[in-house]
């Protein structure tokens, strides 16, 4: 599969860490998910009750009709609702919002330990994740950070990149989150001499 943004879009977010690392000891991932999961359970869901659904109209319309064409129409209806429902924009719409937000967050706590950010020196890791079907954004900041920042600074963030990736601006939402997740952390955690890069100065896409 090919990926979601181009190598110069890359490079964007990749020299934004940069610059916002010249000036912390802190360690800032960007992680970006097209999606969190399939979600074809609840596809499945979706098709089977729009089958049964079918079937209890049906019944009163149905008199003078030969039986067993009403479980076909049953079938018919489920196999094209789950076509439909392949189409990812109309997929997600029937996935309930609870469900897409602790996808998202299970997968963002996921990635923070798989991207080393819990193995900093001074546990100065921060994880900026975004789930882009979920339109969900998640800053997860290590133990360190969060002894002198308070967590609810991040909401603002949050918010902020959110309503970007709604707008299709999400590269932007992205570097203007890292330079806002910077100043506290060259705030609270400034550059050292000797001070060494440990984690990559990029974004994953998963």
């Known amino acids: 599969m090919d990926g979601i943004f181009s190598e110069t879009e890359h490079k964007r977010i990749a020299d934004a860490i940069r610059e916002a690392e010249n ?10 998910a097209r999606q969190c999961e399939p979600y074809a359970i609840i596809a499945m869901m979706w098709s089977a ?20 064409c009403l479980p076909l129409l049953q079938v018919a209806v489920v196999a094209l609702l789950m076509l439909l429902l392949q ?20 997968l963002a706590r996921a990635q923070f330990l798989e991207q080393g950010l ?16 979920e339109h969900h ?23 902020g990149f959110t309503a970007q990736m709604k707008r299709g601006e999400t590269i932007d939402a992205f570097v203007d989150a890292i330079g806002q997740c910077g100043a506290p952390l060259a705030e609270h955690f400034p550059k050292t001499p000797g001070n060494a890069n440990e984690l990559p100065d990029r974004l994953v896409e998963i």
């Open 118 to 133: 819990h193995r900093t020196e001074g546990r100065t890791g921060i994880l900026i994740f975004a789930a882009m079907a």
């Open 137 to 159: 954004v998640e800053i997860l900041a290590d133990e360190g950070i969060d002894a002198k920042v308070d967590p609810a600074t991040w909401q603002t963030v949050v918010d």
């Open 23 to 32: 000036r912390t000891t802190g360690e800032i991932v960007c992680v970006v």
């Open 49 to 68: 009750l729009g089958g049964l659904l079918a079937g209890a109209v049906a019944v009163p319309f149905w008199s003078g009709l030969p039986v067993f």
């Open 87 to 106: 189409i990812t924009p109309l997929r997600m719409a029937m996935v309930p919002e609870a469900v897409k937000r602790r996808r998202a967050e299970r």
